[in-house]
């Protein structure tokens, strides 16, 4: 089955900074690609998604893009700002399956 | 967007007893409802998938009697923690995803169930 591995495991940055988010995946046959922001005690929400037709997708300050040839894609975020900070979560299916979730990456922004 | 709701927020009960919980999809029908859960600075696991009107399919290791899915309708699906024990409490989250070829999951605010 599909295996997301996500890193870093936490990461700390400056106020302006950017902020990169690394995900691989295992199976070839996966063509879905979403992004979820989580804060403390809520769901997850949906911040981008890619499709795998696609090799970059962007919205104000996220992008993310998609290498398919080495299975990984990666979340962008310029600009950040302290409302970033939250655990971001990539995630992998193929059309109509469960999402498989990598273990999530605590992104800290201070100011 | 689309909004899933999930009811209750928070639950406290005692061992032994059964906690229901509710997850309905707001503005859309979701042919299939996702149930996960999630422990304290983990990721999120999945317990099962649900498809309306007919029975969910667990994951591997998830016991399907103690952990009861319903998804009577195209905006509701319950998912019922029976004989819970305090090794059952976590975050329960739901997902909805409408029909067709959408691949979008919308994720519920999550229930934190706590079993003394």
């Known amino acids: 089955g599909e295996n997301v591995e996500q890193h870093p495991s936490t990461l700390s940055v400056q106020e302006g900074d950017s902020a990169v988010i690394k995900c691989t995946y295992s199976?070839?046959?996966?063509?879905?690609f979403p992004w979820y922001k989580q804060e403390l005690g809520k769901g997850p929400q949906l911040i981008i998604d890619?499709?795998?037709?696609?090799g970059e997708k962007k919205d104000q300050r996220i992008a993310v893009t998609l290498n398919k040839t080495a299975k990984h894609f990666s979340l962008h975020i310029t600009e950040t700002q302290p409302e970033d900070s939250a655990v971001y979560f990539c995630?992998?299916?193929?059309?109509?399956?469960?999402?498989?979730f990598g273990k999530g990456t605590t992104l800290s922004v201070s100011s | 967007g689309a909004v899933v709701s999930q009811h209750p927020s928070w639950v406290i009960c005692k061992s032994g007893t059964s906690v229901k919980i509710e997850c309905r999809s707001l503005?859309?029908?979701?042919?299939?409802m996702f149930w996960y859960r999630q422990f304290p600075k983990q990721s999120l696991m999945l317990m099962a998938t649900?498809?309306?009107?007919?029975?969910?399919?667990?994951e591997q290791g998830v016991e399907k009697d103690k952990f009861l899915i319903n998804h009577a309708s195209l905006t509701l699906s319950t998912l019922t923690v029976t004989s819970a024990h305090p090794e059952d409490s976590s975050f329960y989250i739901c997902?909805?995803?409408?029909?067709?070829?959408?691949?979008?999951?919308?994720f519920g605010p999550g229930t934190r169930l706590t079993v003394l």
């Open positions: 199976d070839s046959a996966s063509n879905y």
């Open positions: 997902s909805a995803k409408a029909g067709g070829t959408t691949d979008t999951q919308y």
């Open positions: 995630a992998a299916s193929q059309a109509g399956t469960a999402l498989i």
């Open positions: 503005d859309f029908q979701a042919t299939t």
């Open positions: 649900s498809n309306e009107g007919s029975k969910a399919t667990y």
């Open positions: 890619i499709r795998s037709n696609v």
